[in-house]
Every structure is written in C-alpha cells, then in structure tokens.
C-alpha cells in the first residue's frame, strides 16, 4: 500500500515538475549578435552558439581581433552557417550601436538573440577611482547594454520570440571593496533586466542576467596588470578563478533553459539565492531550494561580512604601518 502511495506521489511530482519546465531554447539558422563577442567570455559563448548552427555578428571595437574571431568561428561551425563583423564602440551613441546592428541585420536577417557582453572593468578604492571612470563604465557596462537591446527590442517583441542576455558579475550581487564604479554599472544590469523581463516575457521573449565570477580572459589579465588592490584580491579569491569555457557553458545552458538568473559555480550559486528578491526562480524545485537555504545562507553571510570586514582592517592596519616607517 505504501509503495503505491510513494509511486504515485512520485508520478505527480515528475508529472508537475515536466508541466512546469520551459520548452528548450534553439539557436539553430538563428542570429545571435554578441558584443564583446572577439575575446574572453563574448566570443567563448559566440563559440559554442555557433557549433548550435547559429549565425554570428560580433560587435566590438578592433578590427583585427573580430577578424581572428571570425576566423575561430568559422572553424567551429558548418559551410552554410553564417558570420559577420563590425567594428563599433558600444559606449558612443545610441545612433552608431543602430547603424551597426542595423548592418548585421541586412547580412543576417533579424536579431533573434542579443548577448550583452562587451563590458570592462576598474578595481580601486573610491578615492583613488577617477571621476570620469564612474561615467566610463557607467557608459560602456550599462548604457551600451541598453543601446543594443533598445535596437532589438521592438523587433523581438513583434515577432513573438527573441533572447536578451546581460552579462552583470558577481560584484554585480554583492558590493565589495574596490568595485565603486564597476558593481555600480553591473547593479544596474540587474535593475534593467528585471524590468524589461517583466514587461517582455508576455511577448515571448527571455531575458537572461548573467553573473560570472573572476574569469582568466584578456579583460581579467589587463585588471591585474593596471593592479588590483590586495583587499580585492583576497575578497575575490572566496569564489575562485574561472575559466571562459566554463563560463559560457553556463550561459548556454541558462538561455537555453529561459533562466532569468544564470549563476557560474558554487558560489554564484550561493550568491543568487541570498540575492534573490522578488527575481523569479528557474524552476519550482529551484524555488523550494531557495525557500529551505535561505535562512542558513543568510546565518554564513554574516560570517562572510566579518571576514571580509577583518581583511579590510588588516590591510588598513598594513598600509598605516608602511606608512609610519616612511614618515
Ligand atoms: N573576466 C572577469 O573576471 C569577469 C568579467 N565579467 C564581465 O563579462 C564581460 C566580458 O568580460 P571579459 O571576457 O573579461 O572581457 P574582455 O576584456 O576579455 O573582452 C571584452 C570584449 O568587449 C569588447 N569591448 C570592450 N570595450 C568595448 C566597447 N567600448 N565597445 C564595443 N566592444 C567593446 C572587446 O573588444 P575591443 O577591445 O576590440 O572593443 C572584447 O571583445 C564584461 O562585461 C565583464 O565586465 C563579469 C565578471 C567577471
Ligand atoms: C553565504 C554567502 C557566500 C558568499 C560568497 C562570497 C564570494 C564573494 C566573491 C565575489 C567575487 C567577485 C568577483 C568579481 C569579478 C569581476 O567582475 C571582475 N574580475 C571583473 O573584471
């Protein structure tokens, strides 16, 4: 009798959780357009979307690095799938990043799908942060989001399906020391994203927000070499290094699903949880997971804010030291 009972209850649980999944994205003979698409993080997803059969426009600045770009596509995707270049600075105006799509679309037809993931990135303390950096990355992380999906949008929406994704960060989650101006352009991503998904979704498009970790691409190369303070890099070592690749299969398998939130490793994980807020959750078994997690999360964050407090004090009390020696 029991065993009857478990099966059932078994059955209708497969039965709600099957009805409650989202049919699967394809990017098949689709046009996906990526900015920032000829290095790092862009142009890993760019290459995964093309061994899906899609047809790819990049869109960034240098030239001769979209042509190698398109060159690794190429060798990643079939004879009769499609891809094309142009050059573009997405920070400059809302014109320039529409004449540029505009050109992608009249090689490839319309933008079925749009990654956001030109991005750049500055780690100092507040004070030692150039004024004109806050409205850089202001400009380039979150504006030259905005013109690109603002190019799209009314495409997508009139024909019923499209994909949106922003690439945010995990400083995009959480404030930390030395990220002023950066996670003030990713948490503003996230305020973008879960408006415009709320008022896309009925219009069948999908609007996803990605939040890596630190991430060994050029981008994360050129970070440290213009140097990173040491409170930040100790901060930042709690969630690992990862690789492009890994990263942009996490991507993939996010709008593939129609995830809203896309976390990259254990962490990320973690960090979406304990910032969820009224975002919606992937699934209903995501959503129970939250639900019993949360309060325990939220127990090791306080733990995590004091350490992280102790790093910024022991490196303050360091410097200070430094400091006495010289004087
Ligand atoms: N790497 C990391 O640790 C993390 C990165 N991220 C985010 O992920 C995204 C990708 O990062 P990552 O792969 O490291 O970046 P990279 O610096 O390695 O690559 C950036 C890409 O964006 C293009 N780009 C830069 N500026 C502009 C611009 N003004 N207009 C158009 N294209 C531009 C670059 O080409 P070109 O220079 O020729 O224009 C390049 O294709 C960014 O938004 C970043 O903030 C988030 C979390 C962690
Ligand atoms: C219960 C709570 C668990 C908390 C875990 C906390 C982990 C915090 C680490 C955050 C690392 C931020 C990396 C940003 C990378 C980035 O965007 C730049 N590299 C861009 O260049």
């Known amino acids: 009798m029991l065993a009857i009972w478990i099966t059932a209850g078994i059955g209708v649980?497969?039965?709600?959780?099957?009805?409650?999944?989202?049919?699967?994205v394809e990017f098949k003979n689709r046009h996906v357009l990526v900015t920032g698409g000829s290095e790092g993080i862009g142009l890993s997803v760019a290459i995964r979307l093309a061994k899906k059969g899609a047809n790819i426009s990049l869109l960034s600045r240098t030239d001769a690095k979209l042509k190698a770009a398109a060159a690794t596509l190429r060798a990643n995707m079939e004879e009769s799938q499609r891809v094309t270049t142009v050059a573009c600075d997405i920070s400059a105006s809302y014109q320039k990043v529409k004449d540029a799509i505009d050109q992608a679309c009249s090689e490839l037809g319309p933008v079925d799908a749009l990654i956001n993931c030109a991005g750049t990135s500055v780690a100092s303390a507040f004070e030692n942060t150039a004024v004109e950096d806050f409205e850089r990355l202001m400009r380039l992380n979150y504006h030259g989001s905005v013109f690109a999906t603002r190019a799209v949008i009314d495409g997508m929406k009139s024909r019923r399906s499209g994909t949106i994704v922003f690439t945010s960060s995990q400083a995009g989650q959480i404030g930390l020391y030395g990220y002023?101006?950066?996670?003030?352009?990713?948490?503003?991503?996230?305020?973008?994203?879960?408006?415009?998904?709320?008022?896309?979704?009925?219009?069948?498009?999908?609007?996803?927000?990605?939040?890596?970790?630190?991430?060994?691409?050029?981008?994360?190369?050129?970070?440290?070499?213009r140097g990173v303070p040491e409170e930040t890099v100790i901060i930042s070592k709690s969630s690992g290094l990862y690789t492009s690749d890994f990263v942009a299969d996490n991507i993939l398998k996010g709008i593939t699903n129609g995830d809203f939130f896309i976390p990259v490793g254990f962490e990320g994980n973690v960090l979406t949880i304990i910032t969820a807020g009224m975002a919606p959750a992937a699934s209903v078994i995501d959503g129970i997971?939250?639900?019993?997690?949360?309060?325990?999360?939220?127990?090791?964050?306080?733990?995590?804010?004091?350490?992280?407090?102790?790093?910024?004090?022991?490196?303050?009390?360091?410097?200070?030291?430094?400091?006495n020696k010289r004087d």
Do not use: H
């Not at 002023?180 to 994203?193: M, N, Q, V």
């Open 289 to 323: 997971i939250q639900i019993i997690l949360l309060p325990i999360l939220r127990i090791s964050a306080f733990f995590y804010q004091f350490q992280f407090g102790r790093i910024v004090s022991q490196c303050m009390k360091k410097k200070n030291l430094g400091q």
């Open 180 to 225: 002023t101006a950066y996670s003030a352009s990713k948490f503003a991503l996230r305020g973008l994203a879960e408006c415009l998904r709320m008022e896309v979704k009925p219009y069948g498009v999908n609007v996803s927000i990605a939040f890596p970790p630190d991430t060994d691409t050029p981008g994360y190369k050129e970070e440290i070499e």
């Open 13 to 24: 649980l497969i039965g709600f959780i099957s009805f409650t999944r989202k049919s699967k």
